[in-house]
Nanobody
Framework: QLQLVESGGGLVQPGGSLRLSCRVVGLALNLYTTGWFRQAPGKEREGVSCITRSGSSIAYADSVKGRFTISRDNAKNTVSLQMNSLKPEDTGVYYC?????????????????WGQGTQVTVSS
């Protein structure tokens, strides 16, 4: 049974850092492109970052470029999102998802399997 389990969320002050992890159970993550998405209250889910199965292609939303870094460890079946210089507008529930597509996409409709999400709150 496929499971995506996010962890690492929490409350952080503006300018702080968090590292999110997505552990995948039930499939070989090196066969799938993996993405991070977020959803703020009252807003639609938006793409944050994506990394292809080999790690050769990475995409970021403009709003997080230069601050967030996505990485993957296929041996551990895990994809991580390092978030630095966090802003209040980064607040939301963060989800990881996988797709069989072979290119990096930040469009949620390209992804079919999702985790339950982890809350990130940036506030002083």
């Amino acid at each position: 049974q496929l499971q995506l389990v996010e962890s690492g969320g929490g409350l952080v002050q503006p300018g702080g850092s968090l590292r999110l992890s997505c552990r995948v159970v039930g499939l070989a993550l090196n066969l799938y492109t993996t993405g991070w998405f977020r959803q703020a209250p009252g807003k639609e889910r938006e793409g944050v970052s994506c990394i292809t199965r080999s790690g050769s292609s990475i995409a970021y939303a403009d709003s997080v470029k230069g601050r967030f870094t996505i990485s993957r460890d296929n041996a551990k079946n895990t994809v991580s999102l390092q978030m630095n210089s966090l802003k209040p507008e980064d607040t939301g529930v963060y989800y990881c998802a996988v797709t069989a597509l072979h290119f990096a996409s930040t469009d949620p409709s390209d992804f079919g399997s999702w985790g339950q999400g982890t809350q990130v709150t940036v506030s002083s």
